[in-house]
C-alpha cells in the first residue's frame, strides 16, 4: 500500500501536462488513462496499478 501512496503523491505533483507526458510514457498501450479531469486520470492510474498487482498475484497462486 506504501508504493500506491507514494505513486499518488508522485502523480499529484505533476502538473496536467506531465501528468500526460508520463501516462503516455509509461502506459502507450492505454491511451484512455489520460482522458478526464488530472483527479479522474490520476485514480485511473492508480485503478490500473492495483489491478496489474492482482493479476500477478493471482497468476503466483
Same mark, same amino acid.
Do not use: C, H, T
Given at each position: #500500500?506504501? =508504493?500506491?501512496?507514494? +505513486?499518488?503523491?508522485? @502523480?499529484? =505533483? #505533476? $502538473?496536467?501536462?506531465? @501528468? %500526460? *507526458? %508520463?501516462?503516455?510514457?509509461? %502506459?502507450?498501450e492505454?491511451?484512455? +488513462? /489520460? &482522458? *478526464? $479531469?488530472?483527479?479522474? !486520470?490520476i485514480?485511473? !492510474? &492508480?485503478?490500473?496499478?492495483?489491478? @496489474?498487482?492482482?493479476? @500477478?498475484?493471482? /497468476? *503466483?497462486?
Open positions: #500500500m506504501e =508504493d500506491f501512496n507514494q +505513486l499518488k503523491r508522485k @502523480l499529484d =505533483d #505533476m $502538473s496536467v501536462m506531465e @501528468l %500526460y *507526458g %508520463y501516462i503516455k510514457e509509461k %502506459y502507450p492505454n491511451e484512455e +488513462l /489520460a &482522458l *478526464g $479531469s488530472k483527479k479522474i !486520470v485514480r485511473k !492510474v &492508480l485503478n490500473f496499478e492495483r489491478n @496489474l498487482l492482482n493479476e @500477478l498475484e493471482e /497468476a *503466483g497462486q
